[in-house]
C-alpha cells in the first residue's frame, strides 16, 4: 500500500510550489487565459467520460481525478508485451487514491486545481481540442512531452502526475523479478544482526582532550 | 570507585510519545531539570550526549523524529522510508524544485545516509586557520579528534569486496579519462552488502548514531525523548537556561504534552536548517544577521548510463568510489551509486510511455554517479509565522554560475559513463533528455537554458546543507564564536554542519562529528562558565 512518503513526494512540487503566491498567481492566471481562450475553465469540453463514475473502492478521487490517472496510467506505463509486470497485476490506482489521502487537506485542494487544469489545458495547448482524458496515446505522450519543455508551471503539473503513477507502480514489489531487482535481501541470505556497538576504548593515549589540551 | 557502565546489547532507551500520554505522573505539561539538553540526536547531538554524560553531566536528548528501531527496517524504501525521513522524503526548497533529503529520526540522517564519511581535505582546516582567525582548527589540532571519529566509527576505506558493479564502471572510466579516483571511506562494520543503506541497516553494520553514540550516552545515564519538538530556546539576560517543547503524537500530530527543560548548557544539534529555525524562532539576539543566511547546499545530480550488458548496478555496497579529481580545483565531486527503482521515480523521472518502459527494461545494465558541486553558499532557511503554526521556507536556486557548474558536473559524469562503455547517459532534466555519444551530449546540455533562476532545469537533491550559524571570531561576521558557542547567548552551543565556517565540497557527516566532539571539549573546558557543581 502506498505510504505516507510517496504522497509527500509525489506531490512535494505542486505542494511547495502551490504555496508561492506568485505561482498561485501564475495558476489561475493560466486558467483565466484559457477560459477565454475556450469558455468556461471548468468545462472547457465535455468528455464522454464526464458521465462514467468512479470505482466505489476509490475513496479519495473525484471521479475526473480517476479518470486522469486512468488514462495516465494508460499512457504512461503501456506494458503490453510481457517484459513487464501488467499494470492490471498492480494496484497503481488505489495505490494513487491512497496517497491522495495522505496529502494535507489544503494541499490536495491546490492538486484538484492543478490535475483539473492539466486535463483541460490540453483542449488548447497544442491544439488538441479535447482534454487529456480524451487524447490518443500519441497526442496524450506529446502532451506530456511538451509539457515537461514547458514553463515552470507546467513542468511542476507534470511531474506531479508522472510521480503519483511511477511511484504508486514501481514501489510494489511485483514489479521488481522482471527488471531484476533483489528487493530485501537479509532475511533470505541470512545476515546476522549485530546489535549496538561496545563501547570505544578510551585507554589509548591519542584522545582528543589529551592531545589537543597538552 | 569505579563504575559499571554497560551499553545495551540492542536498541536504546527511548521516552516516546505514546510513554509520556501513558503515564499519568507527567500529564500535559511538565518540566525536566538537567546539566545539557542536547537538541537533535544525529551526527553531532549524538556525539555531544556520549561526551557530556561520560563527563558525568545529566544530559537530556530531544529528538523531533520518531524512534525507528533497527529490528522493524525492511529494506524497502517505500515501507520505511516515511518513518525515517524528514517531511517523507519531500522537504523541498520554496520552488519544489530542489529535494532536501534528510532524516527525521532518533540517529537523524546518519540512519539513512550511505555510510559517506567524507574527510575533508587538511587545506580545508588550514584555509579556516588561517583566514577565519579559527586556529585551533588548523590541521595538526583537529587530528586527534578526527582520529577519534575515525576510529570509533570503523571509518575506513572500501575494500575491493565493497567496490560494486556501478563502482567498477566509474573506475574503468576514470581510468580511461585519466581522471584520479578512490574507494569511498565509510563508516561500516562486516558490510553485509545489501545495497539498501537508504531504507536503514537492519542488521546494525552502519555505524549510525543508533548504535554508536547514542546506546554510548545511555550507558552513562543519557535521557532520550523522540517525538518531541523544540519550539524555542529559553533565555534570560544573555545566557541560555533551557528550551521549551510540545511532544506530538507521530501518528496524529496531535500534542500529547508541553515540556520546558531547565539546562545550564543548550546545546543544538538539529542540523543546517532546523538549528537556525530553532533561533529564529527564540528571537536570539545575533548582530551577524546572519542566522539562516550563508546555507551552503551541495547540490547534486543523479546520472544515469545504459550499458550494452547487465551490470546490476544495484547489488553490492550502494556506495563505492569517488572521483576526487575536480574536488580541489573546482569543487566537484562524484560518488558512484544506483539505486532502487522506487528512488528513480521519486528523484522525478521523465520520461513517458515506451520511453519509461524502455527505460526501466535497461535497469539491469545501468551504473550511476550522484554529481556534486560547491556553492556559493546563498541559501537560506527562514521560519514564517507563529512558534508553533508557522512553517519553514527553505530558499536556493541555483546562481547563474552554480548552473554553470551543475552542467559542468553533469557533463564529466557522463563522460566518465561514456569512457567506461555506456551506450546512452540518461540526463537528469526536467525535460526528458538523453545522450547517446559525447558529441551528442554537449550539444544536449547546451539545449538547456538557465532561464529564471535556473528554475526546472536538473533535477536537483541535496543531502548537505551546512554553513547556516556560521563559525567565526567576529560576531558581526558569524552566529558561533570559535568554541561553538553563539556569540551573543552565554551557554548556547551549536554542534552540527550549520557551523561550517564556508562550503565545503565533501559529504558533512565526517566533519560534523569531529566538531561535535571538538565543540564537546569546548564545552567541558569553560564547564566552570556554565555547572554549578
Request: hydrophobic share 25%; charged share 30%; aromatic share 4%.
Given at each position: 500500500m502506498t505510504t505516507r512518503n510517496q504522497a509527500a513526494d509525489a506531490v512535494a512540487p505542486l505542494a511547495q510550489v502551490s504555496r508561492r503566491r506568485f505561482v498561485k498567481t501564475a495558476l489561475w492566471g493560466t486558467g483565466a487565459v484559457l477560459a477565454l481562450a475556450g469558455g468556461s475553465f471548468a468545462i472547457l469540453r465535455r468528455s464522454p467520460l464526464d458521465d462514467v463514475s468512479k470505482p466505489a473502492s476509490l475513496v479519495h478521487l473525484s471521479a475526473p481525478e480517476y479518470h486522469l490517472f486512468n488514462r495516465a496510467i494508460e499512457v504512461l506505463l503501456p506494458i503490453d508485451d510481457g517484459g513487464l509486470t501488467p499494470v492490471d497485476q498492480v494496484p497503481v490506482m488505489a495505490n494513487i487514491d491512497h496517497t491522495m489521502g495522505l496529502v494535507d487537506p489544503a494541499v490536495r485542494e491546490d492538486i484538484r486545481i492543478g490535475l483539473a487544469l492539466f486535463d483541460n489545458a490540453a483542449v488548447v495547448a497544442g491544439l488538441h481540442g479535447r482534454r487529456f482524458v480524451d487524447l490518443d496515446r500519441v497526442d496524450a505522450i506529446a502532451y506530456f512531452d511538451s509539457w515537461s519543455r514547458g514553463n515552470v508551471l507546467q513542468k511542476a503539473l507534470q511531474t506531479v502526475v508522472k510521480k503519483f503513477v511511477y511511484v504508486s507502480y514501481w514501489r510494489d514489489p511485483a514489479t521488481w523479478p522482471p527488471v531484476e531487482f533483489d528487493g530485501p535481501v537479509s532475511d533470505r541470505w541470512g545476515i546476522a544482526y549485530l546489535g549496538n556497538a561496545p563501547?570505544?576504548?578510551?585507554?589509548?593515549?591519542?584522545t582528543a582532550s589529551g592531545e589537543a589540551r597538552a | 570507585m569505579q563504575r559499571i557502565v554497560r551499553v545495551p546489547q540492542d536498541g536504546v532507551p527511548v521516552t516516546e510519545a505514546r510513554d509520556v500520554a501513558a503515564d499519568p505522573s507527567m500529564g500535559r505539561k511538565f518540566s525536566i531539570k538537567t546539566d545539557v539538553v542536547v537538541v537533535g540526536s544525529g551526527a553531532g547531538g549524538s556525539v555531544v550526549a556520549y561526551e557530556m554524560a561520560k563527563a558525568g553531566k545529566s544530559v537530556l536528548v530531544l529528538e523531533s523524529g520518531k524512534y525507528y528501531p533497527s529490528a522493524e527496517f525492511t529494506e524497502h524504501l517505500g515501507d520505511t522510508i516515511h518513518e525515517v525521513y524528514r517531511d517523507q522524503a519531500g522537504q523541498a526548497n520554496s520552488t519544489a524544485d530542489v529535494l532536501f533529503i534528510e532524516g527525521n529520526c532518533v540517529g537523524g540522517s546518519t540512519v539513512i545516509g550511505a555510510c559517506v564519511m567524507h574527510r575533508l581535505n587538511p587545506s580545508v582546516w588550514q584555509d579556516w586557520a588561517?583566514?577565519?582567525?579559527?586556529?585551533?582548527?588548523a590541521p595538526d589540532k583537529i587530528a586527534p579528534y578526527t582520529k577519534i571519529v575515525d576510529r570509533w566509527l570503523n571509518v575506513h576505506v572500501n575494500e575491493a569486496h565493497e567496490i560494486n558493479a556501478t563502482a567498477h564502471k566509474v573506475i574503468q572510466g576514470c581510468e580511461r579519462m585519466g581522471f584520479s579516483w578512490r574507494p569511498v571511506e565509510r563508516n561500516v562494520k562486516?558490510?553485509?552488502?545489501?545495497?539498501?543503506c537508504l531504507a536503514g541497516c537492519p542488521s546494525d553494520r552502519k555505524m549510525s548514531a543508533l548504535v554508536t553514540h547514542l546506546p554510548w550516552a545511555a550507558a552513562y545515564g543519557a535521557r532520550l525523548f523522540a517525538d518531541t519538538h523544540v519550539t524555542r530556546v529559553l533565555e534570560r539576560g544573555g545566557r541560555a537556561v533551557g528550551v521549551e517543547a510540545v511532544i506530538r503524537?507521530?501518528?496524529?500530530?496531535?500534542?500529547v504534552s508541553d515540556l520546558r527543560v531547565d539546562a545550564e548548557v543548550v546545546v543544538l544539534a538539529a542540523g543546517a536548517i532546523h538549528t537556525p529555525l530553532i533561533m529564529q524562532r527564540s528571537q536570539l539576539a545575533d548582530r551577524s544577521g546572519r542566522i539562516g543566511n550563508g546555507m551552503a547546499v551541495q547540490p547534486f545530480v543523479q546520472v544515469l548510463s545504459t550499458f550494452k550488458e547487465p551490470v546490476y548496478g544495484f547489488r553490492g555496497a550502494l556506495t563505492g568510489v569517488q572521483v576526487d579529481?575536480?574536488?580541489?580545483?573546482?569543487g566537484y565531486f562524484f560518488i558512484s551509486g544506483l539505486a532502487e527503482p522506487e528512488q528513480l521515480m521519486a528523484v522525478g523521472e521523465q520520461k513517458a510511455g515506451d520511453a519509461h518502459i524502455e527505460f526501466m527494461k535497461s535497469y539491469n545494465r545501468m551504473a550511476g554517479i550522484n554529481a556534486f558541486s560547491l556553492d556559493e553558499g546563498s541559501g537560506s532557511v527562514v521560519w514564517e509565522g507563529g512558534l508553533t503554526d508557522g512553517r519553514k521556507v527553505i530558499k536556493w536556486n541555483p546562481s547563474r554560475k552554480e548552473f554553470k557548474d551543475i552542467v559542468r558536473t553533469t557533463a564529466l559524469a557522463s563522460r566518465i559513463l561514456f569512457s567506461a562503455g555506456a551506450e546512452r547517459v540518461w540526463l537528469p532534466t526536467f525535460e526528458k533528455m538523453h545522450a547517446d555519444s559525447v558529441f551528442d551530449l554537449d550539444d544536449k546540455l547546451r539545449s538547456v537554458d538557465y532561464g529564471i533562476n535556473g528554475l526546472y532545469t536538473f533535477r536537483m537533491n541535496t543531502f548537505s546543507p551546512h554553513g547556516s550559524a556560521r563559525m567565526g571570531v567576529d560576531p558581526y561576521e558569524s552566529v558561533v564564536s570559535p568554541d561553538g558557542e553563539m556569540h551573543d547567548v552565554s551557554g548556547l552551543y551549536v554542534a552540527d554542519?550549520?557551523?561550517?565556517?564556508t562550503p565545503v565540497a565533501a559529504g558533512p557527516q565526517w566533519a560534523t562529528q569531529v566538531f561535535a566532539k571538538y565543540v564537546s571539549d569546548r564545552i567541558l573546558a569553560r564547564g566552570s562558565n556554565h555547572f554549578l557543581g
Open positions: 563501547l570505544p576504548d578510551e585507554s589509548t593515549s591519542d | 588561517d583566514n577565519h582567525g579559527l586556529k585551533d582548527l562486516k558490510c553485509a552488502l545489501t545495497g539498501h503524537d507521530p501518528k496524529t500530530g496531535s500534542i579529481e575536480f574536488q580541489d580545483t573546482d554542519a550549520s557551523l561550517f565556517p
